[in-house]
């Protein structure tokens, strides 16, 4: 079962950066569609960077133009590069990883999270 470890989040004020890792205990990202969610306390978890196999990416609107995923295959790990963050952009961020993009937010390969909050 391949395991999923994110590490970077932290507390930054608003318009600053962040770059979050996750790091997978095998070479999955050449077969695995990839992706980085987020749940703020009382909201539903939502999507925010995919990217697929082949190298495809998309990003939810709320946060196109400042985030960037990336990935490292040599590393094992996919980044989210977080820009010019927003108070709303607070939420504990996941890393997930499944055989397909349309239903990856049904897969069981979650990470632990790692908390992103942004203060005005």
């Known amino acids: 079962q391949v395991q999923l470890v994110e590490s970077g989040g932290g507390s930054v004020q608003a318009g600053g950066s962040l770059r979050l890792s996750c790091a997978a205990s095998e070479n999955i990202y050449s077969s695995y569609c990839m992706g980085w969610f987020r749940q703020a306390p009382g909201k539903e978890r939502e999507g925010v960077a995919i990217i697929d196999s082949d190298g495809t990416t998309s990003y939810a609107d709320s946060v196109k133009g400042r985030f960037t995923m990336s990935q490292d295959n040599a590393k094992n790990t996919l980044y989210l590069e977080m820009n010019n963050l927003k108070p709303e952009d607070t939420a504990m961020y996941y890393c997930?990883?499944?055989?397909?993009?349309?239903?990856?937010?049904?897969?069981?390969?979650w990470g632990q999270g790692t908390q992103v909050t942004v203060f005005s």
């Open positions: 997930a990883a499944g055989e397909s993009c349309s239903s990856l937010s049904l897969t069981r390969r």
